[in-house]
């Protein structure tokens, strides 16, 4: 496992489903190659998404916002994805009951995560520079928790404003 200074993303788009391993604590500064990863798989037709947290010591609310964009997404799509996760610790599922994300997606410990067959690489994972950008993409993770769950509302709200203060300054 990858320490919390050195989180790594292995993934492998090729897989059916999808896979993504999680290594150390994902945090908003690294989410955007997170969050073109999901892009770019669904927009080449993919529909099923596993996802394996054993070794993921933390995640936080924008990580969950672009699942939670990635979820909406498939079930809008035709025909409708799924994404199933396993090994996640007590903190990291409480954190997604919290906000209600649980209620969209599939818990299985048994689920295979192929993160080592043909096509498996590791993601490059990189700090965002663009203030102006991560501050977007914070805003649009959390307006998708919202969205999922509208009482996130209120846990978000300071949040949003000071984000949304921030995007107008392009």
């Not at 788009?13 to 999901?38: H, M, N, W, Y």
């Not at 295979?112 to 203030?131: R, S």
Request: glycine letters at 6%; aromatic letters at 6%.
């Amino acid at each position: 496992m990858s320490n919390a200074s050195s989180p790594r993303f292995l993934v492998n788009p090729t897989a059916d489903p999808v896979a993504l391993r999680i290594e150390g604590r994902v945090f908003f500064q690294i989410c955007s190659c997170l969050k073109d990863f999901f892009d770019k798989a669904i927009a080449a037709g993919k529909r099923n998404f596993a996802i394996d947290f054993a070794d993921c010591s933390g995640v936080d609310s924008t990580f969950l916002g672009i699942l939670a964009r990635t979820v909406l997404e498939l079930r809008r799509a035709n025909p409708p994805g799924t994404m199933v996760m396993r090994g996640l610790n007590e903190r990291n599922r409480e954190l997604l009951a919290n906000l209600g994300v649980d209620r969209f997606i599939t818990f299985d410990d048994h689920c295979q995560v192929d993160v080592n067959g043909n096509g498996a690489q590791a993601l490059d994972v990189v700090m965002e520079k663009d203030q102006v950008a991560a501050a977007r993409m914070v805003l649009d993770a959390h307006e998708s928790l919202i969205e999922m769950n509208p009482d996130n509302r209120e846990k978000f709200q300071d949040l949003l404003s000071i984000l949304e203060e921030q995007t107008k300054r392009d």
